[in-house]
């Protein structure tokens, strides 16, 4: 059986193979938290007794103690034999002991990296703290932080944890890479601004990235704060550095540490660059775009900014009336995406509407081949979940034109624009595999990184869709390993969100399902997706609801997002508007060519299935039919709806006898 894991480092849980264990009520919570706190020691019965019960215990507490005791060793142990002896919840001498491993709490985990870091090289300490860091779920032991026996432990934890994102933090300024450790520094001391060292780093950080303004007056900030809360001035660190700071000190700038080459290799070049690219020369406009290509794949801000300054290239290119620079311009951003929907609709709006306009203009010879080849190209990924016949047709064209030309960077161009458009229809997650397997192949021929990671999403997400996990399970570890090699944080997004869907496809328990949806979603804040974001937590506990067989609950005043047409009918039902569901259930539109196609079809066929209404019954079944033997929702990667042959089968049943389908 697999061990089973514990979690301090916010609400207390215990896990196997992922899923959560029910632990009972808060008391079997406080039992647990209580053992692991004395770090597999003894709890005498007696000890425990007093912890749990501040006041006067009980006439029976002992008794109640070890109830909560047989009941843990129940959830810990399911399968041990009656009578045979606890081998992880364990009676000794006076009480109780949790022989959990020593990898098997994360606060124990924490602590052990942590102290790895303070013995790696620099250069790779920061990242070992960001992973250890990355455990924290919220306060340790959240729910019992008003009970004095865990109030040192939770402080020397916390305590730990401030001083490893201060570590981080120092680290990444002294390794050259300041303009890291700002947003990190600032979050840090938003939640503890009493911190003089946080504000010390952030200063410098800020000094070293030349915004000389911003360090001093963060400065000015910090000593406010500590004179108008605490009565104090500023230390010795924090003068020393406003001063330094003021005087331009040369100390103050980073040491020639070998472990800075890039950075200063970055430096250079960009110096040497603008002292030899004359501005507002095509040169500069190309690179430009290369530059943005390179930062949106590094999520958050540089994905917002990438979009951002990307339409204002194209916009100067199409200034210089040049259709080759332009349509060079625009081909030039070929950032990979896996997700059907666009991050910003009016935007890619304008991206198609320029790119149409230079293929229109460009010469019609045989030297355009490839511009042209990435114009359509662009069309194709612009105009994703957009029902047009346009967006098929120009990412066939560009696919025929790359093969023609044999170039593999711009068949994998091509072939993602192919992805695209593959959400035409239900049940198309096969083709779509296919195109992740050409891509997976071409890239590793070609040594196409991005795309490398591009083909295993989309083969994940194909084989999460037609139910073979134990391949998509490979194509999320192949993609991890990528993503950990090469730098590319928002793979993590898709990878979490795909084993929360695992979890809710192959049977987890319903809580367990929920709590993993919901740390997937913490993910997205930030990693600047809004397109990805927007409404799908609250889409994807929908599903999961109607997958378990549960009374849809919906929230009205959550952020649907572009999911709210769907939504809104349930809203109705459970307020008893029936009459109004209907109508808004007749109002529905075809759901968008995308990923979450299926996913909506179900929704509507759950509806129209409570509504009685044949009409919607018969539309529903003639859309999912084509996607009989796949997971609803399951092919986008992230979310699910259960089977699509249950629904078909509730379908028919609904429609009567004698009805294999609808005519």
């Known amino acids: 059986m697999e061990a089973v894991t514990f979690g301090v480092l916010g609400p207390v849980t215990a896990e196997r193979a992922g899923d959560v264990l029910a632990l009972k009520g808060p008391r079997h919570r406080a039992v647990l938290a209580r053992l692991l706190l004395a770090r597999r020691r003894v709890v005498p019965l007696a000890r425990l007794v007093e912890d749990l019960w501040e006041d006067a215990p009980p006439p029976r507490a002992v008794g109640a103690v070890r109830t ?22 364990v009676t000794e001498g006076p009480g109780y002991a949790l022989r959990a491993a020593p990898d098997a709490v994360d606060a124990w985990r924490f602590e052990a990296a942590v102290a790895e870091a303070g013995r790696l090289p620099a250069t790779r300490a920061p990242d070992r703290l960001r992973t250890a860091l990355a455990q924290w779920r919220g306060p340790a032991y959240a729910e019992f932080g008003g009970q004095e026996w865990v109030r040192g432990e939770r402080s020397r934890l916390t305590e730990l944890r401030l001083r490893a994102v201060e570590r981080r933090a120092e680290l990444l300024v002294d390794l050259g890479r300041a303009a890291e450790a700002v947003p990190d520094l600032d979050a840090h001391l938003t939640d503890h601004p009493w911190r003089e060292e946080a504000w010390r780093l952030l200063a410098l950080a800020l000094y070293r990235t030349g915004r000389q303004a911003d360090a001093l007056a963060v400065l000015r900030r910090a000593r406010a704060l500590l004179a108008g809360h605490l009565g104090i001035d500023p230390g010795p660190r924090l003068r020393r550095l406003e001063a330094g700071i003021l005087a ?48 949106a794949v590094t999520g958050g801000g540089g994905l917002e900014a990438a979009r951002e300054h990307r339409m204002t290239a194209v916009e100067a290119a199409e200034e210089t009336g040049d259709a080759e620079l332009t349509a060079r311009v625009i081909g030039a951003y070929d950032v990979p995406a896996n997700w059907t929907r666009s ?41 994703r979940g957009v029902r047009s016949a346009r967006g098929p047709r120009a990412a066939d064209e560009a696919e025929r034109i790359a093969r023609r030309l044999d170039d593999p960077a711009l068949l994998a161009f091509a072939l993602n624009g192919v992805f695209m458009q593959s959400c035409t229809t239900a049940g198309l997650a096969p083709r779509r595999d296919a195109t992740g397997a050409e891509l997976v192949e071409l890239a590793a ?14 083969r994940l997400q194909a084989r999460a869709a037609l139910a073979d996990f134990a391949a998509a399970d490979e194509h999320a570890s192949a993609v991890d390993r990528l993503a950990e090699r090469h730098e590319r944080p928002l793979v993590a997004v898709f990878t979490e969100w795909y084993r929360a869907l695992r979890r809710a496809a192959t049977g987890s328990p319903y809580d367990s399902a929920e709590a993993a949806y919901r740390s997937a979603a913490a993910r997205l804040d930030g990693a600047g997706m809004p397109g990805l974001e927007r409404g799908l937590l609250p889409l994807a506990l929908l599903g999961l609801r109607l997958a378990h067989g549960r009374v849809a609950e919906v929230d009205p005043g ?56 044949r009409t919607a019954l018969e539309r529903t079944y003639g859309r999912l039919l084509p996607a009989s033997g796949e997971i609803a929702g399951a092919g986008s990667g992230l979310l699910t709806f259960g089977p699509v042959g249950d629904w078909l089968a509730a379908i028919r049943r609904a429609l009567g006898p004698g009805r294999d389908r609808p005519d």
């Open 68 to 89: 909560f005791v047989g009941d843990l060793r129940r959830a810990l142990e399911p399968d041990r034999p009656p009578r045979a002896p606890a081998r992880l919840l």
């Open 558 to 613: 959550a952020d649907w997002g572009p999911y709210r047409p769907w939504a809104a009918p349930f809203a109705l039902l459970a307020d008893g508007r029936h009459a109004e569901a209907r109508t808004a259930l007749r109002a529905l539109p075809e759901p968008p060519p995308d990923l979450l196609y299926e996913a909506l079809c179900c929704a509507e066929a759950a509806l129209a299935l409570e509504l009685g209404d």
């Open 445 to 458: 021929r070609h040594g196409l990184v991005n795309h490398a990671v591009l083909g295993h999403l989309i």
């Open 248 to 295: 331009q000190d040369a100390d103050l700038d980073p040491s020639d540490e070998p472990a800075e080459a890039a950075a200063r290799l970055w430096a250079r070049a960009t110096e040497a660059y603008d002292r030899t690219v004359a501005a507002g020369a095509h040169a500069r406009l190309e690179s430009a775009v290369g530059l943005l290509r390179t930062l």
């Open 343 to 383: 991050d910003d609709p009016e935007r890619a709006g304008r991206i198609v509407a320029a790119a149409e306009r230079t293929l229109a203009a460009l010469p019609d010879d045989t030297h355009a081949e490839a511009a042209r080849c990435r114009l359509l190209a662009t069309v194709a990924l612009e105009s």
